[in-house]
């Protein structure tokens, strides 16, 4: 069964620096997401990203984030400058679109890769 | 905006024993609900979506929108059910497509 697979799957790096996050969605997917969940904490919505610009945003995904897919294969998170507050187990997370009975389009089930632990020193 | 509350955050249960874990949430229109599982060192997986209807695992969820509840049962626990379970609610409108957790509950099965 196809998966999302995510790389790597522990980072650490100093304040400051900035760090890229891999996501290789479902092939055939059209829909992309990012989600964090630091330590003791919920899961959080990010961003999400179809038909090559982002779709939804949420209040933590600001300047200091960015995504692209820069291939038609990979989906990436960058931190530009991180945050010590920027530790947390971040997920992607894919899903496929498909047409209703109207015309309307839709999104199935998302599917969530493994995470990558992200730690700021 | 919306809001999913899991109240417990740890559960545990007898196993054979009768299984519900409990989820509200808040939104003002018509939401759709999942239930996702994540097992020890995996990872996250839908278990259940209120508009399929299924059972899975043994697992039921029926939404009630009078008391916005979507609350996780089974009938007779197994072992293997031990696991984080997280409740989430996804506005139905294609473009709004995030999914708002709860805190998740970690329910123990003991044996």
């Known amino acids: 069964e196809p998966e999302v697979t995510q790389t790597p799957s522990h980072q650490v790096t100093q304040m400051g620096q900035e760090v890229i996050l891999r996501c290789v969605p479902i092939s055939n997917h059209l829909y992309f997401y990012w989600y964090r969940q630091i330590l003791g904490q919920k899961v959080e919505f990010l961003v999400s990203f179809y038909n090559n610009e982002i779709s939804e945003k949420s209040e933590i995904f600001d300047d200091q984030f960015s995504v692209e897919r820069p291939d038609g294969s990979n989906f990436t998170l960058k931190i530009r400058s991180t945050k010590l507050e920027d530790s947390a187990m971040y997920f992607c997370?894919?899903?496929?679109?498909?047409?209703?009975?109207?015309?309307?389009?839709?999104?199935?089930?998302?599917?969530f890769g493994p995470g990558t632990r992200l730690t700021v020193l | 905006a919306q809001r999913v509350t899991q109240p417990e955050k740890l559960l545990s249960v007898f196993k054979g024993a009768p299984v519900e874990l409990k989820c509200n949430y808040s939104y003002s229109g018509s939401p759709e609900l999942f239930w996702y599982v994540q097992y020890s060192r995996q990872r996250l997986q839908l278990l259940l979506r209120h508009i399929s209807r299924e059972s899975i695992k043994g697992f039921t969820a029926d939404l009630n929108k009078g008391e916005t509840s979507f609350h996780l049962k089974k009938p007779f626990a197994q072992e293997e059910d031990s696991a984080m379970y997280y409740c989430?609610?996804?506005?139905?409108?294609?473009?709004?497509?995030?999914?708002?957790f709860g805190t998740g509950t970690r329910l123990t099965i003991i044996p």
């Open positions: 997370a894919s899903s496929g679109v498909f047409k209703l009975a109207g015309g309307l389009p839709s999104t199935d089930t998302q599917y």
């Open positions: 989430a609610l996804r506005v139905s409108n294609f473009g709004n497509e995030k999914l708002t």
